[in-house]
């Protein structure tokens, strides 16, 4: 079993619908959760990162941890064109600076 | 502000072939660290170092040597090119807020 599981959808949606992507783990050490967003033929970069359990908002994204039940989510509002990318789940111990990243999930917003 | 600079961008070797990928920042990042991206595996951790001098193996060590003689750079070796190292692969560095992590651009690599 893989330390960190995502589904690698492809997952496609509609101008202006909302994107819900999640992560489930195994590691109850992680501390840090992140999600990265990849275009293609691009190296991944930070979109939200997260410490321990709560929500965090920025613009059009949310990102969710639940440490009680090791679930990670990801939610994008108003999906634009542009969101269409892959995107990463990471997650690392309190004292680690190794990232352990999830499949990742392929997105595709249709115009 | 370059960021993260890996070359080459594509390359094609043959088995048994040797080569080093070279990672270059210009960040001041102590944290330098090697990836691997394969369909349905998402990224795996080769080999990482938090300093000059220092470095340590990851999740998929084997068949691949790092060194890291300076702050700046961080290359990655094949000593001996093997199908199953095709892959796209990822250098990246942080400072010591290690929740961000800055990557490259890739290099793809194909072994024949």
């Known amino acids: 079993q893989k330390e960190v599981e995502q589904d690698p959808g492809p997952l496609s949606v509609p101008e202006g619908a909302i994107v819900s992507l999640n992560c489930t783990y195994s590691n109850s050490a992680f501390q840090y959760f992140m999600w990265y967003r990849q275009y293609s033929r691009k190296g991944p970069e930070l979109l939200m990162y997260t410490y321990s359990s709560g929500n965090k908002e920025d613009g059009r994204f949310t990102a969710q941890v639940d440490k009680s039940s090791k679930y990670i989510s990801l939610f994008i509002r108003d999906s634009q064109p542009s969101d269409s990318a892959t995107y990463l789940c990471a997650m690392s111990p309190s004292n680690d600076y190794k990232l352990s990243f999830g499949a990742g999930t392929t997105v595709t917003v249709r115009a | 502000n370059a960021g993260v600079t890996q070359t080459p961008k594509f390359q094609v070797l043959k088995t048994g072939q040797s080569m080093t990928l070279q990672c270059a920042q210009d960040?001041?990042?102590?944290?330098m660290s090697w990836y691997r991206q394969d369909p349905g595996m998402g990224l795996r951790l080769i080999h990482y170092s938090v300093g000059a001098g220092i470095t340590d193996q990851g999740e998929v060590p084997n068949g691949y040597n790092v060194s890291r003689s300076t702050t700046e750079d961080f290359p990655l070796r094949l000593l001996s090119a093997a199908p199953s190292q095709t892959s796209v692969y990822f250098c990246a560095s942080s400072d010591t807020d290690y929740t961000e992590a800055f990557f490259g651009q890739g290099t793809r690599l194909t072994v024949v």
């Open positions: 960040m001041n990042h102590e944290y």
